[in-house]
């Protein structure tokens, strides 16, 4: 890592890579300011920076690079300039204004999690947030000049606020200085409107109440919004089916937004947003559980490439399960989420999906080597699993989406009632 970093700080090299091509003009914008990092890890994409004051943070890259390499080359070197002088501020601030530059900021939970693998499972590092609804949460962010980072649970400590307060602190604050949202016609979809003059706190457009704080247009029905990422938010009614269909086909690219954070639709009901879904069986719900399939599948890949990255840091052999999506291409809906738990594999981290596959591994009798083939395999839905065999895992904290430790294997009485509720592999 550190051989890496002074590898990158102490040359110019002629590299054709768009991200080391990034990293390479990162520092010399961080050489030209003078805020030279302490260490840099290449497969995470993120810095450690010092205050000057003996305490670092970690700074990750990879949203910041997005934006980056979507953008032309005068725009390119302005926002690196400001990401710079963003670290700078944040270094800088004491805890003592922190209460009065808090602003809210909805972040996708998968990312907090992240960043929580990131900085070694350190709690103090735990950005301040609560579940907001499915994969987003709410958060608070310190809003400087040139940076909205949202703080964690030592900054709120060190300012002697709880998130609630902070939290209560930002909304009220917001509600001040946010323009009126203006939401504007998406041509050629009756119905649908765009909202983005919040800008960079568009998002946060779904932590006010509708009818109290702003007014949505005329819609047919009840709000459905799709909030791709934190500078946008797309709105038409729950009885204008064309215009739903506008938003699933915007949800199903929202994955390519500089900042991206959801490409779930979102019903307003009963005064809170909640999971939209098209009617069972229709053509249009078959797609959107495809595109929710695989951004799961997306973020539990990342996340495993995360914590096995952390376990060789710390050499722990912690085997991570995969979360697989099988399915017949030739038979759309037909696909289901799987984790396999074999049984040679105590404290395997699992993900929670829709079956899990039980692996008996049998000893060769040449060999007396365990292996699953010629092994037994039973798959079991999820919630079966946990009825007949919950005992035999326990939730992680603080990884999002969820995983759970196996614990040991099933005994030959669990075997049986796992084998009684078994589905068939198709």
Not at 97 to 118: F, K, W
Request: proline share 6%.
């Amino acid at each position: 890592m550190f051989d890496r970093l002074k590898s990158l700080f102490g040359r110019k090299p002629a590299v054709t890579d768009p991200y080391e091509r990034f990293v390479a003009q990162l520092l010399d914008e961080c050489r030209r300011q003078g805020r030279k990092p302490l260490s840099y890890d290449h497969e995470a994409r993120c810095f450690v920076f010092g205050d000057g004051k003996g305490r670092s943070s970690t700074v990750l890259v990879n949203n910041v690079f997005t934006d980056w390499v979507a953008s032309d080359a005068p725009v390119r070197a302005a926002k690196l300039a400001g990401f710079v002088r963003g670290i700078g501020e944040a270094a800088a601030a004491g805890s003592r204004t922190i209460a009065a530059e808090l602003m809210p900021a909805v972040r996708r939970r998968a990312e907090i999690s992240n960043v929580l693998i990131e900085n070694r499972m350190r709690r103090g590092w735990e950005i301040a947030a609560t579940p907001l609804s499915g994969e987003l949460a709410a958060c608070v962010c310190r809003d400087a000049p040139d940076t909205m980072m949202p703080l964690s649970r030592s900054q709120l400590d060190g300012a002697k606020l709880s998130f609630e307060e902070a939290f209560v602190r930002a909304m009220a604050r917001f509600r001040v200085r946010a323009p009126a949202p203006d939401f504007e016609p998406l041509e050629g979809a009756e119905g649908v409107f765009l909202c983005r003059n919040l800008r960079d706190f568009q998002s946060s457009l779904v932590l006010m109440t509708p009818g109290q704080d702003f007014e949505f247009p005329a819609l047919h029905g009840a709000p459905v919004a799709l909030v791709p990422g934190r500078d946008s938010l797309f709105v038409t009614g729950s009885g204008n089916l064309p215009g739903l269909r506008v938003l699933l086909e915007f949800s199903g690219v929202a994955e390519h937004e500089t900042h991206f954070l959801s490409s779930a639709l979102w019903l307003w009901s009963d005064d809170a947003w909640r999971p939209y879904a098209f009617e069972a069986g229709t053509a249009e719900a078959v797609k959107q559980r495809r595109i929710a399939l695989d951004r799961l599948a997306s973020d539990y890949h990342a996340q495993k490439e995360l914590l096995d990255h952390l376990h060789r840091t710390h050499n722990e052999d912690v085997p991570v399960a995969d979360f697989t999506v099988y399915g017949n291409k030739h038979d759309p809906g037909s696909e289901f989420s799987v984790a396999v738990l074999p049984s040679d594999a105590s404290g395997s981290l699992l993900p929670e999906a829709e079956r899990i596959a039980f692996v008996e591994d049998i000893a060769g009798p040449a060999t007396g080597i365990a292996t699953s083939q010629g092994g037994n395999m039973v798959h079991v839905a999820w919630r079966d699993a946990m009825a007949v065999a919950g005992h035999l895992f326990e939730p992680v904290a603080d990884l999002y989406p969820p995983r759970y430790r196996a614990l040991g294997f099933a005994d030959a009485g669990t075997w049986s009632a796992l084998k009684s509720r078994s589905v068939a592999r198709r």
